[in-house]
């Protein structure tokens, strides 16, 4: 019999307020797909740091623009999308300064990209600047 594969979205308006929400939802939907604690812990991080990017860069803090997160699961793996409208990114020139450059600097941020493709099993973009980005984001279900 072929596995169920359950849907779920979440649209919230582009601000930092709405984060916590949007953990909470996370949170709800890997415990509905069977990740244990840890694997829970991770997407959420991961999902956190994607939409706090698309607030940030993408919409530079504009309200009035709308985030959204969609959640699929089935037996086998959870995906998680963050779509967005905004100023897209070419992820393969952003230049990824290494983890000392950014201490020895004292900077805050630039560790995004990579912190998401550490947390998660599988990344990948489909962007169109302007029109839609979409995070893809992978979780194996371990059984």
Do not use: W
Not at 16 to 21: F, Q, R, V
Not at 33 to 42: C, G, Q, V
Not at 89 to 108: A, G, H, T, Y
Request: proline fraction near 2%; charged fraction near 30%.
């Amino acid at each position: 019999m072929a596995a169920i594969e359950r849907k779920f979205t979440l649209q919230v308006p582009s601000s930092t307020e709405n984060l916590a929400m949007i953990r909470e939802f996370v949170t709800s939907v890997g415990r509905q797909a069977t990740l244990d604690d840890a694997e829970i812990n991770k997407l959420e991080l991961a999902v956190d740091e994607a939409c706090a990017n698309v607030i940030e860069h993408a919409y530079g803090h504009d309200i009035t623009k709308d985030v959204s997160v969609r959640a699929t699961f089935d037996d086998e793996k959870l995906k998680i999308s963050v779509i967005d409208e905004g100023r897209g990114f070419e992820p393969d020139k952003i230049n990824q300064k290494s983890v000392d450059q950014l201490v020895q600097e004292r900077r805050s941020g630039g560790l995004g990209i990579r912190l998401i493709k550490t947390l998660m099993d599988e990344v990948s973009y489909e962007i169109e600047p302007g029109l839609k980005n979409e995070l893809h984001m992978t979780k194996l279900i371990k059984k």
